[in-house]
């Protein structure tokens, strides 16, 4: 792992000394060296999983559900999985549909909900059902 590091920091320092040399605007050589310091830190096992876990669920939408109330979201995805995840305030139930027929669904008592689409892709119809007294903020993810 210290020679892979070392030797992605070589490359980095080589590469940055040349594109210096050379009539690159200031900008393009920040994110060359953005580039690759990322690529040093994917190269470490310790940044390795929290890293490829980011790059592989996104952001979907943030969306506000008022207290005792229901949001429903209409999403079109190719994922494994959707995840809700709430500000911690209130518990969340979230039921996930494709076709009109429930995929799955999370009524445990927190706020974050994991729901698998079973292997189904394209048009699915999302619940989010805020059981408390706030309202709750929660980000909407797709994971493969």
Known sequence: MVAGLTSLCLLEATIMRALSASTFPRRSLLAVSTVLVGLTLLSTSAFAAPVREML?????????????????????????????????????????????????????????????????????RLTVSNIGVVYNEYRVEAEN
């Open 56 to 124: 592989d669920r996104w952001l979907l939408g943030i969306e506000r559900v008022q207290p005792f109330d229901v949001d429903v979201l209409d999403l079109r995805v190719n994922a494994q999985t959707i995840w809700v995840i709430g500000d911690g305030d209130t518990d969340l139930d979230c039921h996930l549909y494709h076709n009109g027929v429930l995929v799955s669904s999370d009524t445990d008592s927190t706020d974050i909900c994991l729901l698998p689409t079973n292997g189904r892709r394209g048009a699915f």
